[in-house]
Protein backbone atom coordinates (compact mmCIF):
# COMPACT_ATOMS: atom_id res chain seq x y z
CA UNK A 1 0.00 0.00 0.00
CA UNK A 2 3.04 2.00 0.77
CA UNK A 3 4.92 2.07 -2.48
CA UNK A 4 1.76 2.05 -4.45
CA UNK A 5 1.24 5.23 -2.92
CA UNK A 6 4.52 6.42 -3.56
CA UNK A 7 4.17 5.75 -7.07
CA UNK A 8 1.23 8.09 -7.72
CA UNK A 9 3.25 11.14 -6.78
CA UNK A 10 5.65 10.38 -9.53
CA UNK A 11 8.03 8.89 -7.28
CA UNK A 12 9.95 6.00 -7.21
CA UNK A 13 10.43 4.10 -3.52
CA UNK A 14 13.69 4.30 -2.40
CA UNK A 15 13.43 2.89 0.81
CA UNK A 16 10.87 0.99 3.89
CA UNK A 17 10.83 0.66 7.41
CA UNK A 18 8.72 -1.45 9.18
CA UNK A 19 7.54 -1.18 12.64
CA UNK A 20 6.04 -5.01 14.85
CA UNK A 21 4.81 -4.46 18.24
CA UNK A 22 4.08 -7.54 20.89
CA UNK A 23 3.05 -8.26 23.95
CA UNK A 24 5.37 -10.96 24.03
CA UNK A 25 8.18 -11.52 21.31
CA UNK A 26 7.37 -14.82 19.10
CA UNK A 27 10.09 -14.93 16.57
CA UNK A 28 8.69 -17.49 14.47
CA UNK A 29 5.83 -14.78 13.77
CA UNK A 30 8.35 -11.89 13.82
CA UNK A 31 10.22 -13.89 11.09
CA UNK A 32 6.92 -14.37 9.04
CA UNK A 33 6.00 -10.52 9.42
CA UNK A 34 9.68 -9.27 8.08
CA UNK A 35 9.94 -12.07 5.50
CA UNK A 36 6.39 -10.65 3.88
CA UNK A 37 7.96 -7.28 4.36
CA UNK A 38 11.37 -7.89 2.87
CA UNK A 39 9.49 -9.60 -0.34
CA UNK A 40 7.52 -6.97 -0.79
CA UNK A 41 10.53 -4.33 -0.99
CA UNK A 42 11.92 -6.72 -3.75
CA UNK A 43 8.74 -6.83 -5.40
CA UNK A 44 8.46 -2.90 -5.28
CA UNK A 45 12.54 -2.60 -5.75
CA UNK A 46 13.17 -0.62 -2.51
CA UNK A 47 15.60 -1.05 0.34
CA UNK A 48 14.07 -2.28 3.90
CA UNK A 49 16.44 -0.18 5.82
CA UNK A 50 15.57 -1.27 9.32
CA UNK A 51 12.51 -0.39 11.80
CA UNK A 52 11.76 -1.50 15.32
CA UNK A 53 10.21 -4.38 16.84
CA UNK A 54 8.74 -3.61 19.94
CA UNK A 55 7.42 -5.64 23.59
CA UNK A 56 4.82 -4.15 25.15
CA UNK A 57 2.25 -6.31 27.44
CA UNK A 58 0.45 -3.81 28.71
CA UNK A 59 -0.73 -3.18 25.09
CA UNK A 60 -1.15 -6.53 23.23
CA UNK A 61 -2.20 -9.59 25.10
CA UNK A 62 -1.42 -14.15 24.24
CA UNK A 63 -0.48 -13.68 20.15
CA UNK A 64 -1.89 -10.58 19.27
CA UNK A 65 0.26 -8.14 17.40
CA UNK A 66 0.37 -5.19 15.35
CA UNK A 67 2.42 -4.03 12.28
CA UNK A 68 3.13 -0.93 10.45
CA UNK A 69 5.09 0.36 7.76
CA UNK A 70 6.14 4.01 5.97
CA UNK A 71 7.89 4.51 2.52
CA UNK A 72 10.20 6.64 1.08
CA UNK A 73 10.30 7.79 -2.33
CA UNK A 74 12.24 10.31 -4.90
CA UNK A 75 10.80 12.57 -7.93
CA UNK A 76 12.33 15.31 -9.92
CA UNK A 77 10.13 18.09 -9.37
CA UNK A 78 9.68 18.27 -13.32
CA UNK A 79 8.31 14.36 -13.17
CA UNK A 80 5.78 14.47 -10.68
CA UNK A 81 2.15 13.57 -11.32
CA UNK A 82 -0.74 14.64 -11.81
CA UNK A 83 -0.01 16.70 -14.69
CA UNK A 84 -1.16 20.05 -15.85
CA UNK A 85 -1.85 18.89 -19.58
CA UNK A 86 -4.36 16.22 -18.41
CA UNK A 87 -7.84 17.31 -20.68
CA UNK A 88 -11.46 15.64 -21.21
CA UNK A 89 -10.85 12.93 -24.05
CA UNK A 90 -8.16 11.62 -22.04
CA UNK A 91 -8.73 7.60 -21.11
CA UNK A 92 -8.75 5.90 -17.92
CA UNK A 93 -6.51 2.84 -17.94
CA UNK A 94 -7.06 0.11 -15.40
CA UNK A 95 -4.99 -2.48 -13.70
CA UNK A 96 -6.36 -5.45 -12.21
CA UNK A 97 -6.45 -5.65 -8.29
CA UNK A 98 -5.19 -9.47 -6.45
CA UNK A 99 -8.24 -9.27 -4.99
CA UNK A 100 -10.06 -6.80 -1.89
CA UNK A 101 -6.21 -5.41 -1.11
CA UNK A 102 -6.10 -3.80 2.32
CA UNK A 103 -9.52 -1.77 2.19
CA UNK A 104 -12.98 -2.38 3.19
CA UNK A 105 -12.30 -4.98 5.84
CA UNK A 106 -14.49 -3.72 8.65
CA UNK A 107 -17.47 -4.09 6.02
CA UNK A 108 -15.66 -7.50 5.18
CA UNK A 109 -15.20 -8.71 8.32
CA UNK A 110 -19.44 -7.35 9.18
CA UNK A 111 -20.84 -9.44 6.24
CA UNK A 112 -18.20 -12.83 7.19
CA UNK A 113 -19.96 -12.58 10.69
CA UNK A 114 -23.29 -12.24 9.60
CA UNK A 115 -22.87 -15.20 6.82
CA UNK A 116 -22.08 -17.11 9.61
CA UNK A 117 -18.73 -18.39 7.61
CA UNK A 118 -15.11 -19.39 9.61
CA UNK A 119 -12.19 -17.84 8.71
CA UNK A 120 -11.17 -21.70 7.65
CA UNK A 121 -14.11 -22.70 5.82
CA UNK A 122 -13.96 -23.03 1.94
CA UNK A 123 -14.57 -19.56 0.43
CA UNK A 124 -18.01 -19.47 -1.08
CA UNK A 125 -16.54 -17.43 -4.22
CA UNK A 126 -13.76 -19.80 -4.62
CA UNK A 127 -13.84 -23.60 -4.00
CA UNK A 128 -10.21 -23.67 -4.59
CA UNK A 129 -9.26 -22.06 -1.22
CA UNK A 130 -10.30 -20.58 2.36
CA UNK A 131 -12.19 -17.70 2.82
CA UNK A 132 -9.39 -16.04 5.47
CA UNK A 133 -6.43 -17.25 2.58
CA UNK A 134 -8.67 -15.32 -0.07
CA UNK A 135 -9.18 -11.94 1.64
CA UNK A 136 -5.48 -11.57 2.84
CA UNK A 137 -4.28 -12.35 -0.45
CA UNK A 138 -1.59 -9.77 -0.61
CA UNK A 139 -2.64 -6.40 -2.58
CA UNK A 140 -0.58 -6.05 -5.97
CA UNK A 141 2.85 -3.71 -6.05
CA UNK A 142 2.83 -2.01 -9.39
CA UNK A 143 6.16 -0.35 -9.11
CA UNK A 144 8.35 -1.91 -11.95
CA UNK A 145 5.36 -1.18 -14.98
CA UNK A 146 4.09 1.68 -13.77
CA UNK A 147 7.89 3.21 -13.37
CA UNK A 148 8.55 1.74 -16.69
CA UNK A 149 5.55 3.73 -18.17
CA UNK A 150 6.14 6.68 -15.98
CA UNK A 151 9.76 6.81 -17.25
CA UNK A 152 8.66 7.53 -21.23
CA UNK A 153 5.98 10.10 -20.06
CA UNK A 154 2.71 8.39 -20.94
CA UNK A 155 1.20 8.71 -17.42
CA UNK A 156 -0.72 12.15 -16.85
CA UNK A 157 -1.89 11.24 -13.87
CA UNK A 158 -2.54 8.41 -11.63
CA UNK A 159 -4.99 7.07 -8.78
CA UNK A 160 -4.40 3.97 -6.38
CA UNK A 161 -7.40 2.90 -5.60
CA UNK A 162 -7.27 2.44 -1.51
CA UNK A 163 -10.28 3.69 0.93
CA UNK A 164 -12.73 5.54 -0.46
CA UNK A 165 -12.85 3.27 -3.64
CA UNK A 166 -13.29 5.01 -7.18
CA UNK A 167 -15.38 7.69 -5.85
CA UNK A 168 -13.10 9.70 -3.62
CA UNK A 169 -9.71 8.62 -5.03
CA UNK A 170 -9.86 9.24 -8.53
CA UNK A 171 -11.25 12.94 -8.17
CA UNK A 172 -7.89 13.72 -6.16
CA UNK A 173 -5.80 13.64 -9.42
CA UNK A 174 -8.19 15.39 -11.49
CA UNK A 175 -8.47 19.11 -12.04
CA UNK A 176 -12.01 20.45 -10.67
CA UNK A 177 -13.05 21.17 -14.12
CA UNK A 178 -13.05 17.36 -15.65
CA UNK A 179 -14.73 14.31 -14.00
CA UNK A 180 -14.47 10.77 -14.41
CA UNK A 181 -16.57 8.63 -15.76
CA UNK A 182 -15.86 4.87 -15.40
CA UNK A 183 -17.88 1.90 -17.19
CA UNK A 184 -18.56 -0.64 -14.88
CA UNK A 185 -19.15 -3.24 -17.12
CA UNK A 186 -15.80 -2.95 -18.70
CA UNK A 187 -14.00 -5.54 -16.65
CA UNK A 188 -15.05 -8.60 -15.07
CA UNK A 189 -15.52 -7.87 -11.46
CA UNK A 190 -14.03 -10.94 -9.25
CA UNK A 191 -16.23 -13.03 -7.48
CA UNK A 192 -15.40 -11.93 -4.05
CA UNK A 193 -16.49 -8.34 -4.32
CA UNK A 194 -19.85 -9.74 -6.65
CA UNK A 195 -20.58 -12.41 -3.23
CA UNK A 196 -19.87 -9.41 -0.39
CA UNK A 197 -22.41 -7.20 -2.39
CA UNK A 198 -25.33 -10.52 -2.44
CA UNK A 199 -23.95 -11.13 1.01
CA UNK A 200 -23.15 -8.19 2.86
CA UNK A 201 -26.81 -6.22 0.60
CA UNK A 202 -24.40 -3.36 -0.57
CA UNK A 203 -26.03 -1.20 -3.19
CA UNK A 204 -23.52 0.23 -6.01
CA UNK A 205 -23.17 3.68 -4.22
CA UNK A 206 -21.50 2.09 -1.05
CA UNK A 207 -19.54 -0.78 -3.43
CA UNK A 208 -17.82 1.96 -5.18
CA UNK A 209 -16.48 4.01 -2.37
CA UNK A 210 -15.42 1.27 0.07
CA UNK A 211 -13.71 -1.62 -2.62
CA UNK A 212 -11.47 -1.82 -5.17
CA UNK A 213 -13.84 -3.98 -7.18
CA UNK A 214 -10.85 -5.74 -9.20
CA UNK A 215 -8.84 -2.47 -10.25
CA UNK A 216 -6.04 -1.43 -7.92
CA UNK A 217 -4.53 1.05 -10.29
CA UNK A 218 -6.40 4.18 -12.66
CA UNK A 219 -4.32 5.99 -14.75
CA UNK A 220 -5.12 8.35 -16.96
CA UNK A 221 -3.17 8.50 -20.34
CA UNK A 222 -3.70 10.90 -24.09
CA UNK A 223 -6.13 8.09 -26.54
CA UNK A 224 -3.02 8.34 -29.11
CA UNK A 225 -0.50 6.36 -26.34
CA UNK A 226 -3.61 3.68 -25.04
CA UNK A 227 -2.21 0.43 -27.98
CA UNK A 228 1.96 1.59 -26.56
CA UNK A 229 1.60 1.68 -23.53
CA UNK A 230 -1.50 -1.09 -23.30
CA UNK A 231 1.25 -3.33 -24.88
CA UNK A 232 4.47 -2.50 -22.16
CA UNK A 233 2.14 -2.69 -19.31
CA UNK A 234 1.23 -6.57 -20.73
CA UNK A 235 5.01 -7.33 -21.16
CA UNK A 236 5.29 -7.02 -17.43
CA UNK A 237 2.26 -9.69 -16.80
CA UNK A 238 -0.26 -6.74 -15.93
CA UNK A 239 -3.94 -7.18 -16.80
CA UNK A 240 -5.10 -3.32 -18.43
CA UNK A 241 -8.25 -2.52 -18.94
CA UNK A 242 -9.51 0.83 -20.55
CA UNK A 243 -12.40 1.69 -18.13
CA UNK A 244 -13.50 5.03 -18.71
CA UNK A 245 -12.80 8.56 -19.72
CA UNK A 246 -12.41 11.75 -18.85
CA UNK A 247 -15.46 14.34 -19.43
CA UNK A 248 -15.78 18.21 -18.74
CA UNK A 249 -17.28 18.45 -15.28
CA UNK A 250 -20.86 20.60 -15.19
CA UNK A 251 -22.52 22.35 -12.37
CA UNK A 252 -23.29 19.77 -10.06
CA UNK A 253 -21.45 17.07 -11.30
CA UNK A 254 -19.78 14.51 -9.60
CA UNK A 255 -15.51 13.87 -10.00
CA UNK A 256 -16.13 10.34 -10.32
CA UNK A 257 -19.53 8.82 -11.83
CA UNK A 258 -20.11 5.05 -12.17
CA UNK A 259 -21.86 3.78 -14.94
CA UNK A 260 -23.51 0.46 -15.72
CA UNK A 261 -22.24 -0.78 -11.87
CA UNK A 262 -25.35 -3.13 -11.95
CA UNK A 263 -23.37 -6.19 -13.03
CA UNK A 264 -21.43 -5.60 -9.42
CA UNK A 265 -24.25 -6.73 -7.56
CA UNK A 266 -25.41 -9.92 -9.41
Same mark, same amino acid.
Given at each position: ?????????????????????????????????????????????????????????????????????????????????????????????????????????? #???? *??? +?????? /?? $??????? &????????????????????????????????????????????????????????????????????????????????????????????????? #???? *??? +?????? /?? $??????? &???????????????????
Amino acid at each position: MNVNDVLVQGAEPLFFLDYYACGKLNVPDAVAFVKGVADGCLQAGCALLGGETAEMPSLYTGGDFDGAGAAVGAVERSNMIPRTDIVAGDILLGLASSGCHSNGFS #LIRK *TVE +LSRLSY /DD $IAPWDSR &TTVGASLLNPTKIYCKPFLAAHKRGFIKAASHITGGGFVENIPRMLPPSLSAVVDGSSWNVPAVFKWLARAGNIDVSELSKTFNMGIGMVLVISPKD #LDEV *TSL +LRTFGE /DV $IEIGRLV &TRGDGMAGCIIENGDGWVH
